[in-house]
C-alpha cells in the first residue's frame, strides 16, 4: 500500500467539502470568540489548492507540500493563513529524500507541528488548532512506534482530533483574537480548532477508502 501525490486531488477535494458542508457552524464559533472571517479564509486557500490538484499530483511530496505551504501563506490570510502554510513548508522541509512509510510520516508531521508552535509562539492548553495538531502528532508518533496498523492508525487519529477539538470548549484562550476576551473566551470551541479536526477527518476518510480499496 503506498501514498503517493496522485492522492491529492481527493485530499484536497475531501477539505474542500467538509469545510463547505460545516461552514455555518465554523463561522459561528469564530464569531463568538474571533473576527468571523476563519471560513472565507481558508476556503480562499483551499480553492487555490483544488486550482492546483492536478500540478500537485505531478510532483513528489517535499515539492507538493512546498507549493501548498507557499499557497496557503499567500491565499489564506489571518493568523491561520501563516500557521498552515508554516505547517506545510516545514513538513516539506523535513521530507527530502526519504520514501513516506508511518514512522517517516510522524516524524515530518511532528515537524510541521513544532514549526507552527514556533511560528505561532504557542503550545497545547492555548485554545488553538495546536490543540487538534499536537495530539495528533503524538498519536502518530505512537501507531509508528507500536507498529500498530494503518488502519487502526487511522482510527486513533480520527478520535484524537475529536477529543483534542472539544478540549478547547472550556480552554482559556491565550494567544490569537480570541485571548481578548479573556474569561469570556470560555465556553466556546476554537474555529481553528474545529477545522484542523474537520479537515483531518475528511483526510483520513480518504486514506482509509484508499487503503481498503482493491488494488
Ligand atoms: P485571525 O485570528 O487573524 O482572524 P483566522 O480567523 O483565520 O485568523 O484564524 C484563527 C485561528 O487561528 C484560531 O481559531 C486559532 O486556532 C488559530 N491561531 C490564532 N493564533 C494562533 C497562535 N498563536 N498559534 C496557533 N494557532 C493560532
Ligand atoms: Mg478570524
Known amino acids: 500500500?503506498?501514498?503517493?501525490?496522485?492522492?491529492?486531488?481527493?485530499?484536497?477535494?475531501?477539505?474542500?467539502?467538509?469545510?463547505?458542508?460545516?461552514a455555518e457552524e465554523v463561522t459561528a464559533l469564530d464569531q463568538a470568540i474571533g473576527d468571523g472571517d476563519h471560513v472565507t479564509n481558508l476556503q480562499r486557500g483551499i480553492k487555490a489548492l483544488v486550482a492546483q490538484s492536478d500540478e500537485l499530483a505531478q510532483l513528489d511530496w517535499a515539492a507538493a507540500w512546498q507549493k501548498i505551504g507557499m499557497t496557503l501563506m499567500t491565499a489564506v490570510g489571518g493568523a491561520s493563513g501563516s500557521l498552515y502554510g508554516t505547517l506545510f513548508v516545514a513538513m516539506s522541509k523535513a521530507a527530502r529524500d526519504r520514501p513516506l512509510d508511518l514512522p517517516a510520516f510522524a516524524e515530518i508531521f511532528s515537524s510541521g507541528v513544532e514549526a507552527v508552535?514556533?511560528?505561532?509562539?504557542?503550545?497545547?492548553?492555548?485554545?488553538?488548532?495546536?490543540?487538534?495538531?499536537?495530539?495528533?502528532?503524538?498519536?502518530?508518533?505512537?501507531?509508528?512506534?507500536?507498529?500498530?496498523?494503518?488502519?487502526?492508525?487511522?482510527?486513533?487519529?480520527?478520535?484524537?482530533?475529536?477529543t483534542g477539538?472539544?478540549?478547547t470548549r472550556d480552554m482559556l484562550a491565550t494567544k490569537g483574537r480570541a485571548?481578548?476576551?479573556e474569561e469570556r473566551s470560555r465556553g466556546h470551541i476554537d474555529a481553528g480548532a474545529?477545522?484542523?479536526?474537520l479537515m483531518i477527518g475528511a483526510l483520513v476518510g480518504v486514506l482509509a477508502e484508499h487503503l481498503t480499496a482493491p488494488a
Open 165 to 167: 477539538m472539544e478540549s
Open 117 to 162: 508552535k514556533l511560528r505561532g509562539k504557542a503550545d497545547a492548553g492555548e485554545k488553538t488548532m495546536l490543540d487538534v495538531l499536537i495530539p495528533v502528532a503524538a498519536s502518530l508518533r505512537q501507531g509508528a512506534a507500536d507498529g500498530a496498523a494503518l488502519a487502526d492508525v487511522l482510527d486513533n487519529v480520527t478520535r484524537t482530533a475529536i
Open 194 to 197: 474545529k477545522t484542523s479536526q
Open 179 to 181: 485571548s481578548f476576551l
Open 1 to 22: 500500500m503506498q501514498f503517493v501525490p496522485a492522492l491529492l486531488p481527493s485530499l484536497i477535494q475531501a477539505i474542500d467539502q467538509v469545510i463547505e458542508t460545516n
